[in-house]
Structure formats: structure tokens, C-alpha cells
């Protein structure tokens, strides 16, 4: 499957999964990006060789995962794009820090091994988070909790009219793509004297069909901004999951909690 | 150059959320007085047309490997800066949310070092006062017109990149995340994205071109015989203003590079370290050793160590608390498998059930 295709096929397959019904996706949509963001701040507000504090972190998504009835492995596909910039900043460390960290028998850990390490869960975790919010809220919600914030009209606006037209605008460059393609078999891409004209030609259709779009939305009575009918006001189930999990964030985040936890079992 | 998360510190991405969310604000206002609503439809339209096209190979002649489209250079050509920036904020927070390309925490970081330089530096810097000077003028007004698109689409994308890809080190750097030298890590990171700017350039000038030739009202400041866009600044003051901004890009970049790399990095990662672990209000010595509630732990692990007076060799008290550590650690990670395990066994039994 090429660029194109995987990316309408990623954005359809979003849309099914935010679309569904769990408790989770029942939370109001403040609530839900609130926590989020104070859950990517917690994780990556670890030092960097405290691997063994930043594992109790995993909990969070794990558990909200099962609650919102998604497969972990869903997101394990996006790990292709956060992990190849993560490891190559990462991957240096163990040659650059060769201070031992601790001795497991005859093996020395060395404090960059720990750091590469607790880098690379930072990353699948605020992955994991972030994967989470999308796929359990629809972008109208988040649209509208993103106004909620006073972000300005006009930004949350073009997020969901751009969001609407990407996926017309994949398909267009797919079909185009495609028979490109077709036409000039056993190339590898765009041939430099079609690299104007290939994009070019699109951009001026659309340019044209945004005029029309902009008169039709005119002519139903667009002044400037969306309103959002369907956000219900923030429910008491909505307040206590957000004090819960800032909460625990905090308790993780200060008390070393998997320390405690094994101080229980070794001597 | 989307960068993730996991490779900047609280206080850094907060500090570009907040030089991001100003430049927006700017905009949204700048944008307001004239006619926001009325150019929505387009920066969206554009703004997806930008986005799919980034999808797009372009081959590179002569080499096996394509290229791609530079989205800043040419939404500011189309829409505007403040326009241009937006549409740019937008696109990259649709390819943190839905494609994980750039984390949410990342997103002001990622906005400055790829929006903020490509739409306001690229379009103030360059397009602006190149496309409006007398350059190529002997040419004739359409011959002309071509030359200055590929002058300042290439030369935007170039300076644009190496302003992007500095920022990248930079904040990685201040946040304290890799080893590597600054130094090195410049050195690595600039040359790259010399060949990809250049490129980029390329690619955005040939779109940018035909949209010219075939629209030459769509692309902004270009001489289509209206008074107001009529060359204001003359040969001299282009490549003077061309002159300051190759200076202090280039003069910047090795003198920070390679003038003290020693001192430099020295001071970054002392700073870094240091405010890391004030910010934190932890000392590591002291970690999970004094607390309350270890005491409490204390009392009770007596009576349940499994592994009594288990030690490692040569293991002194800090790497004591490191195995407690590790071992938590390992039944965290036990628990969440089970839950995940857990999940999965109630799903198959409710589609089961279903079906």
C-alpha cells in the first residue's frame, strides 16, 4: 500500500474508532484532552535515568484502553513514525555515557543504556496517550473543547473544515497518483518536467471549488464560525476522572512507586 | 523533522507552546482585519491540498531517491504569512492527532521550527522583498517573474530548513535528552538538511511556477500590472537584505557550531542537568530511601520479602534501591500485560457473544 492509501485508510479507521461507544468516549471531551496533556507533561517530566519510576506510567493508557474497549495493538502500527527520531537522538547514548549505572552479576548497565531506554518508553507512552484522545474523541468534540479553552474560532474552524478536506484531497491526489502511474510505468515518482504542473493543476481546481465552497456556506448562513449544538455540559463523572487521574499522575510522578513496590519483596 | 515528545523536557515545550500560541494570536488578529472568514474555505482547501501533496515522490533526476514538497514556503506564497501560518499550525496538528507524526506536547516546538520560520522568515525575508525588487528585470516581466519564484522558493526553503533543523538541536539539547555534543549534533543535522531544503526549494518552485503562469493573481506580491504590488525595493536593497539574512544565518549557525563547542555544551548540559533536577525537587541520593510511607513499606517488607537479604555483587545501597526498582518494576509491567491480556480475552467473548 503506498503513502497515500495508508493515509486515508489511517484517518478512516480513526473516524470508526472515535465514532464508538464506551465509557470513555462518554467523557467530556475537556476532561479527556486535560489529562492527557498533564499525562505527556508527567511522563516526560521524568529524569532520564529513572527508568524504573517511569514504569508505573503504563498503567494509565493500559487501563484506559481496556475501558474504552480498543485493542492495545492498534496503536503499536503508529509506533513507525515516534520511534526511528526517538532511537537515532537515543541510539548515541550508550556509546556517549558509559558510566555504570548498576551491576546485574557480571553485567554492567551503563547510564546510557538507562537513558535510551526510559527515552524510548517516553515515547511510546506519550504515543500511547495521545493515540488514545483521538480515538476515543470525535474532532468535533475536540473542536469544540478546543474553543472551550478560547482558542480562537477561526483555528478551530480551519482544523475541522481542513480535517473534512484532507480526506477529499488524499483521494484526489490517490486517483491522480494513480494514473500518473499508470501511464508511466516503471517510474518511481514524479518525473521533474511534470513536478509543476502535477500539483499545480489540482491546486488550481481547488482554488476555484474553495470560492464556490466559501458562496454555498455563505448561502446557508455562515458568519465566521461553526457552532458545536451537541456538547453537553461537563458531568460530576467528568470533574472526578480528571481529578483522579492528576492525582495519581502526581503520586507516580513524586513517589517512587515500583521502588516501594519491590522494596517489598527484596531484602 | 516532526519532533516527538519524548525528546523535549516540560519546561522547553512549554516555552514554544508559548512563542507558538503569541505568533498565532498575532496572526489570528493581523488576520481579522482583513476578511479572515472570507479566506477560510481557501487555507483549509489549500491547506489539505498541502498536506496530501507532502505525499506525493517526486523523482530526483539522476539520483534513485524522490523528494518532497515544502509546505511553509509555498502556503505563505499562496495565502500569506499570517494566512500561511495557520494553515501550517493546522496541518501539523492534524499529523500529531491522527498520524502520530510530532507528539501533542511537541506540537508548539514543532509549529516554531517548521511553521513560524517557513511562513513569517521565509515570506518577510525572502519572498516579500525578492519578488518585489527589480532583479532579473532585463529579462521581461514573465521571464522575470519565473526566476524570482525559483530564487526565493529555493533560497526560502534552504535558509527556512537550517533555521528549522537548528531549532531541533537546540531544544533538544536544552532539554537535556542526548549525549551527543552540540557540536556533532549540529554538524550532522545542518548538512542534511542543506540537500533537503534545496530540493524542497526545487519541488516548490516548479507548483509555484505553473501557478504563475497559469494564475498569476493567486500567488501573493507578484506584479500582475497592480500599482500597489509595483517593484518597491531596487536591486541594491534586495541583495542587501539578502546579504544581512545570509550573515546572521550563516554567521549564527558556526559561530555557534564550532567557535567554543566545548564551553558551549558545557554550559547547556550543566544548565540543563541542573535545572532538571531543581525543577524536579528530587535528589537522587535521597530517592524513595526517606520517605514516609518507605517506613511504612519497611515494616511491612519483612514479614513478605520473598528475596531476604538478596543482593547483587558488589552492590552498594543506591544500587540497593535500584533492584527494588527494577523488580517493581517488572510486576508493573506483569500487571499491565495481564490487563491487556484481560481486555483482549473479554473482547473476543463479547464478539463471540455478538455474533
Known sequence: ?267 | MHMADALLAPAVAATMYAASTVTVGASVKQLRKDEATAKLPTMAVTSALVFAGQMINYTIPGTGSSGHLCGGMMLSALLGPQAGFLSMVVILTIQCLFFADGGLLALGANCWNMAFYGCFVGYYLLWKPIMRSKLFSKMGTKAAGRSKIILASVLGCIITLQLGAFSVVLETSLSGITELPFGTFVGIMQPIHLAIGLIEGLITSAVLVFVYEARPELLMDVNTGDAAVQSKYSLKTTLMILAVVVAVVGGGLSLVASSNPDGLEWSMFGNAEAGYSENMGLDEEDYGISSGAAEVAGSIQEKTAFLPDYAFANSDSAAGTTVSGLVGSAMVAGAALLICMGGGFFRKKKIAANS
Open chain 1, 1 to 267: 500500500m503506498d503513502k497515500l492509501s495508508q493515509a486515508q485508510s489511517e484517518l478512516r479507521e480513526m473516524d470508526a474508532l472515535a465514532a464508538s461507544d464506551s465509557p470513555v468516549h462518554r467523557l467530556h471531551p475537556l476532561c479527556k484532552l486535560l489529562v492527557t496533556v498533564c499525562y505527556i507533561v508527567t511522563v516526560v517530566s521524568f529524569p532520564k535515568y529513572d527508568f524504573t519510576g517511569l514504569v508505573v506510567m503504563v498503567l494509565y493508557p493500559i487501563l484506559l484502553f481496556q475501558a474504552a474497549d480498543i485493542p492495545v495493538s492498534t496503536c503499536f502500527y503508529k509506533l513507525r513514525v515516534v520511534l526511528p527520531l526517538v532511537c537515532a537522538v537515543g541510539l548515541v547514548n550508550p556509546f556517549l555515557d558509559p558510566t555504570p549505572w548498576m551491576q546485574l552479576g557480571n553485567l554492567t548497565v551503563t547510564g546510557g543504556v538507562v537513558s535510551m531506554v526510559t527515552l524510548m518508553m517516553k515515547g511510546i507512552f506519550s504515543l500511547m496517550a495521545s493515540f488514545l484522545l483521538i480515538a476515543t474523541t470525535p474532532m468535533d468534540s475536540l473542536c469544540a473543547a478546543l474553543r472551550k479553552l478560547h482558542v480562537p474560532s477561526i483555528l478551530t474552524t480551519l482544523l475541522l473544515l481542513t480535517y473534512r478536506y484532507i480526506g477529499v484531497m488524499l483521494e484526489q491526489v490517490s486517483v491522480m497518483t494513480e494514473a500518473y502511474k499508470l501511464r508511466a510505468p516503471g517510474q518511481k515518482g514524479i518525473h521533474i518536467s511534470a513536478w509543476g504542473s502535477f500539483l499545480g493543476q489540482l491546486l488550481l481546481r481547488s482554488m476555484d471549488r474553495a470560492q464556490e465552497l466559501y458562496d454555498s456556506m455563505l448561502l446557508r448562513g455562515f458568519q465566521g464560525e461553526f457552532f458545536y449544538a451537541d456538547v453537553p455540559p461537563c458531568k460530576a463523572s467528568g470533574i472526578v476522572y480528571t481529578l483522579v487521574c492528576v492525582l495519581a499522575f502526581a503520586v507516580a510522578r513524586l513517589v517512587p512507586v515500583t521502588s516501594l513496590l519491590g522494596n517489598l519483596f527484596v531484602g
